[in-house]
């Protein structure tokens, strides 16, 4: 009897390309992969319409939605328009209770729209602006998966992650997240699988766990 197969699409975090999923690897018995990348947003669309086109690019019908980060809460929003299999979200909030005071701080105050986003598509080498080893190693790894640099994408995206204003969140959302993401600190996370040692990017640094668990997840193996 064949098994049935997954269609797992992946939305990476904010201004990333959807390369922070190359070291993604599933059983290709079970599932198909794809990478949906960020579209550059109208400059008034609202988070649902943007969704919405974000839908047009899942072509089959119980799909596996994964997002990261920023992405998290796109599939989110996409999840309301879509029947889904399984909604899951890594390195991202569920509500606006999960996101951190500082960008509580940033939305009453709209420091977030002083930000100087033009100025990232003038970055050309981010390593020339680290110090030591380890700073230049990860400004290379961002400088390589950070490709969106479209001040449009960047402002608007920007303001949908600070004032993201979901309360409740469907019961049947899986959330993995790393115990030492200082963006979204665990402190402040509720209902999650904890991953020892994670970071902000363990979907590109601890890709060898998600290759491991993911399809444990899917199938609902995981304890």
């Known amino acids: 009897m064949l098994q049935e197969v997954s269609h797992v699409y992946f939305i990476p975090g904010m201004a990333a390309d959807v390369s922070i999923f190359e070291h993604i690897k599933l059983p290709e018995d079970q599932y198909r992969m794809?990478?949906?990348?960020?579209?550059?947003?109208h400059r008034t669309e609202s988070i649902t319409e943007y969704a919405k086109r974000m839908c047009e690019e899942i072509k089959h019908d119980n799909a596996v939605l994964v997002g990261v980060s920023f992405g998290g809460i796109m599939v989110q929003e996409m999840s309301k328009h879509l029947n889904v299999k399984k909604l899951i979200i890594v390195s991202s909030v569920k509500n606006?209770?999960?996101?951190?005071?500082?960008?509580?701080?940033?939305?009453?105050?709209?420091?977030?729209?002083?930000?100087?986003?033009?100025?990232?598509?003038?970055?050309?080498?981010?390593?020339?602006?680290?110090?030591?080893?380890f700073a230049k190693?990860?400004?290379?790894?961002?400088?390589?998966?950070?490709?969106?640099?479209?001040?449009t994408y960047l402002d608007w995206a920007i303001e949908k992650m600070v004032c993201w204003d979901q309360e409740e969140y469907p019961e049947e959302i899986i959330h993995?997240?790393?115990?030492?993401d200082i963006v979204f600190?665990?402190?402040?996370?509720?209902?999650?699988?904890?991953?020892?040692k994670g970071t902000h990017v363990m979907i590109v640094n601890r890709a060898?766990?998600?290759?491991?668990?993911?399809?444990?997840?899917?199938n609902d193996n995981l304890q």
């Open 34 to 41: 794809y990478t949906i990348p960020w579209k550059i947003p």
């Open 96 to 133: 606006k209770y999960e996101l951190p005071k500082r960008i509580k701080i940033a939305r009453k105050t709209g420091f977030y729209k002083l930000l100087p986003t033009s100025l990232v598509s003038k970055i050309d080498n981010w390593e020339k602006l680290a110090f030591g080893e």
């Open 137 to 151: 190693k990860r400004a290379a790894m961002y400088q390589k998966y950070l490709a969106v640099n479209d001040k």
């Open 176 to 180: 993995i997240h790393g115990e030492k």
């Open 185 to 196: 600190p665990i402190s402040n996370i509720k209902n999650c699988i904890t991953v020892h």
């Open 208 to 218: 060898r766990w998600f290759n491991k668990h993911l399809p444990e997840i899917i």
